[in-house]
């Protein structure tokens, strides 16, 4: 039984990394098509890169963004991806530990996704 939890947790861990590789690399691609001049002008390029550059920074940007194809916002929706992958498999763990009725680490995993869930909210409403 303990060699099908592994599998699932790592296979987690995997999707969720090469997924959001795989989204980052098609708002990277986006984002070059819709401005090719990134390639040979240092100073547009400069541009996209500033500090001063506005990002996709809050969850509605990002899928507004998303939604026209933005790829800074698909990059951003990559990014995001990549951070709930762990918020991923501590909810698998929990569900695991609740089919192995392991009350403690029921108890310790929930505490743990409901702290993470309880961030995630609070820098919701913080943006």
């Known amino acids: 039984m303990k060699e099908w939890i592994n599998t699932a947790i790592a296979t987690v861990l995997r999707v969720g990394v090469v997924l959001s590789i795989a989204i980052m690399l098609v708002g990277m691609v986006v ?17 996209l890169t500033s500090p001063k550059a506005h990002f996709p920074n809050t969850l509605l940007d990002v899928i507004s963004g998303v939604r026209h194809g933005g790829g800074q916002a698909i990059v951003m ?31 310790i995993t929930s505490v743990v996704l409901l702290i993470l869930l309880i961030s995630f909210s609070v820098g919701l409403v913080a943006a």
């Open 77 to 107: 929706a990559g990014l995001l991806v990549l951070i709930a992958t762990p918020v991923a498999r501590v909810a698998l763990s929990d569900v695991v530990f609740i089919i192995a009725r392991d009350r403690l680490y029921v108890a």
């Open 31 to 47: 984002t070059f098509v819709h401005h090719p001049e990134y390639f040979s002008s240092r100073p547009a390029l400069g541009v």
